[in-house]
């Protein structure tokens, strides 16, 4: 039998994931151990013992089919896209209810306990990272924001939009993708005529309104690894991709290029304060060179961009071999 080392990374994703297999191929090729396992492994293809040491750590496993991971040995743990634990079909829903509850304290405690391990990110970080947080953190952090209203009250979007020029723009709190009831599809950035200010079904849940950056001249998607940023400008054609470049996304120009000092140090202050190593940001730059910052992913998509694939690729490689700071 060949002998391997002891892994040093968890990597938690779901059994499909393009993204992750690029670093993992990287990690294999430095000779870096890792076990690679999903939430959704928990408990039936994923066993975990722990015993608490009188000084404080856990010790024990994370067991898998393949592979074992001694919790003392753990660096880092890079949470990418796991999918929920899997429990037997034969449970009933408040089995199942407390099955998930008990499963999520003790491996997210489990794990999450040690100070030796770097998180990328902490799933508790990726939650709390809504709009409404990284918009106020990034305006801190002396960042340009664009004028933001959140309201049920259909009553004050008119006000705001006259004073936005009356030129705003409406986008989800949350992921783009809905899909239920026979209906799916995507939530764009889209404009708010003034026939729908006073729309009463505002009232019905929280809007997210925003000033339109009407003399958009490009945009900036960056990528945020550890400190190191890797900006890439995207420029969509003429048409619908102008307001929100992913509705064209077969026809985007992108170019490599560098940030201006200062939004490099504001982009630093917001993911400190944000508890985030690992970002993905967008930014709008108008005609006047303003930089707006518009949204922060905490677990965003950065394979499809060939100009910054393989620098993120090492510096994602790097920051797990590295592990604790
Ligand atoms: N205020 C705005 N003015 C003009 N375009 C915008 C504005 N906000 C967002 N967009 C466009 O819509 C896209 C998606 O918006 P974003 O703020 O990134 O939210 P999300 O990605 O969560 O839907 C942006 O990348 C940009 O192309
Ligand atoms: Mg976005």
């Known amino acids: ?75 880092a743990v890079w949470w990418r896209k796991p999918t929920p634990f899997g429990f037997p079909s034969s449970m009933s829903g408040p089995e199942r209810a407390f099955a998930e509850s008990q499963a999520r304290r003790a ?57 936005c020029g009356g030129r705003v723009v409406t986008k989800s709190l949350g992921s783009i993708r809905y899909s239920g009831e026979g209906k799916n599809g995507r ?27 009407t003399d958009k001249a490009y945009e900036i998607r960056v990528a945020a690894v550890d400190g190191r940023l890797f900006p890439v400008v995207i420029r969509a054609p003429e048409g619908p991709g102008r307001l929100d470049w992913r509705r064209d996304i077969d026809n985007l120009n992108y170019t490599s290029t560098t940030l201006p000092t200062a939004v490099e140090e ?6 400190h304060s944000l508890g985030l190593v690992f970002a993905t940001l967008d930014i709008i730059v108008d005609t006047q060179n303003v930089h707006y910052l518009v949204d922060v992913n905490a677990n965003g998509q950065w394979g499809w961009i060939d100009q910054t694939h393989e620098p993120i690729i090492h510096a994602l490689a790097d920051l797990l071999e590295k592990g604790t700071r």
């Open 266 to 271: 504001g982009i630093h202050t917001l993911l």
């Open 107 to 163: 491996v997210g405690g489990i794990l999450g306990s040690s100070p030796e391990v770097l998180w990328v990110n902490r799933p508790e970080a990726i939650a709390d990272c809504t709009k409404p947080r990284q918009l106020s953190a990034a305006a801190a952090a002396g960042l340009t924001v664009p004028e933001t209203l959140i309201t049920n009250r259909p009553g004050d979007v008119a006000e705001f939009a006259e004073r």
């Open 187 to 213: 939530l764009y950035t889209s404009q708010v005529p003034p026939h729908r200010w006073n729309d009463p079904r505002i009232s019905l849940t929280a809007h997210l309104f925003q000033r339109e950056i």
């Open 1 to 75: 039998m060949t002998w391997t080392p002891e892994p040093r990374v968890l990597v938690l994703t779901r059994a499909r994931d393009e993204t992750a297999d690029y670093v993992l191929r990287e990690l294999n090729r430095r000779g870096v151990p890792f076990m690679r396992t999903d939430v959704a492994d928990f408990p039936l293809r994923t066993a975990l013992s722990a015993e608490l040491r009188p000084e404080g750590s856990w010790r024990g496993a994370l067991t898998g089919a393949s592979r074992a991971l001694a919790l003392e040995g753990l660096r």
